[in-house]
């Protein structure tokens, strides 16, 4: 199988950091990855390390983000497709379905560096030519060697010539059109700080909002794409999860979605968060009268921290029953 660049896929892979081209990054400062090692039997190790601080996936309640697990994990689909796999530098690799799951207590920050290692088994792998075209993917992820979360994912790979003819637009150069921004939410009212941080705005409904895409962020928008990213979805989620369940010491600690079609930049695209249970979300976003994500959200209230200080006002949010629940209590179902 060839390989990239030089960029060999056997034998342990430790470098500083590894090159931002392999993991579809501009800015290495936000490249996590450190290393790999491919072994047989399409098994895989993945090194990296995490930050401290973020600008954007902000630590809370002294643990880190799962939202930088996320991230963590996505970085090595286009590692180890490009490395183990034969994908070619300027191909697109689409999302089917992810999920993840944390232990948030084992996501404590350490005093010392905090070492993270991804074990990756890969599994219905489907090659042509030597070059990937979809497989399904399991990350066990520690930190320093303690069991910090799994996640799962099914993607596939795509030619820059066979992604145009799915995509079915002409505008997918750097210069197609987006939206204004709407006007964000509080800051404080989706666990962020800085206003600039926000995927959210306001709409007519409880329960729903509007997606910010800001083509300017430097993290979600690290580089031009001719739609929505899918850690702008997913990030859309926590910061709705985090709207509904304004409590200081919640935290989401799991998805599960499945990613059914593009979200465009062009037009207005709706975040819908549901309870299914008492720690439990259905999650929908939807844009032109399509749904384009639908999942599930599990957050956690912190033990260890108060609940009695709300970052904002909760408002009632429908259930998947089309019923109504306090956020605050998540237990109360009150009638329409």
Request: proline content about 8%; aromatic content about 6%; overall charge neutral.
């Amino acid at each position: 199988m060839s390989h990239l660049h030089g960029y060999g896929s056997s034998g342990p892979q430790a470098i500083d950091k590894v090159p931002q081209e392999l993991v579809h990054k501009h800015a290495a400062t936000e490249v996590l990855l450190t290393g790999w090692t491919t072994h047989g039997g399409d098994r895989h190790t993945v090194r990296a390390r995490w930050p401290r601080f973020h600008a954007f996936y902000r630590p809370g309640n002294r643990r880190f983000d799962s939202l930088l697990f996320v991230e963590t994990v996505r970085q090595t689909f286009p590692l180890l497709s490009h490395v183990a796999y034969g994908v070619p530098f300027g191909s697109h690799l689409v999302w089917d379905d992810f999920s993840f799951e944390v232990e948030p207590r084992a996501m404590l920050i350490p005093r010392s560096p905090a070492d993270v290692v991804l074990d990756i088994t890969c599994s219905d792998v489907r090659m042509r030519k030597d070059c990937l075209v979809s497989m399904t993917m399991h990350a066990a992820v520690r930190l320093n060697d303690r069991h910090v979360g799994t996640a799962r994912t099914r993607f596939t790979n795509h030619s820059p010539a066979v992604y145009r003819r799915l995509r079915g637009r002409c505008d997918l150069g750097e210069g197609h059109r987006s939206l204004p921004l709407p006007p964000a939410l509080p800051p404080a009212a989706v666990g962020h700080a800085l206003a600039g941080n926000v995927v959210l705005a306001e709409a007519e409904h409880a329960g729903r909002w509007q997606l910010r895409a800001d083509q300017d962020h430097p993290v979600l928008f690290d580089h031009p794409v001719d739609h929505a990213p899918g850690m702008l979805l997913l990030e859309a989620l926590r910061q709705a999860a985090h709207a509904v369940c304004p409590s200081a010491g919640s935290t989401v600690t799991g998805m599960s979605v499945s990613f059914q079609g593009w979200v465009e930049l062009d037009s207005p695209a709706w975040v819908s968060v549901a309870f299914l249970r008492r720690n439990a979300l259905k999650a929908v976003i939807e844009q032109d009268d399509r749904t384009c994500l639908s999942g599930e959200v599990v957050f956690e209230t912190d033990p260890a921290r108060p609940l009695d200080r709300p970052s904002s006002t909760p408002s009632q949010v429908r259930t998947a029953d089309g019923g109504h629940v306090v956020p605050d209590s998540r237990r109360q179902v009150l009638p329409r």
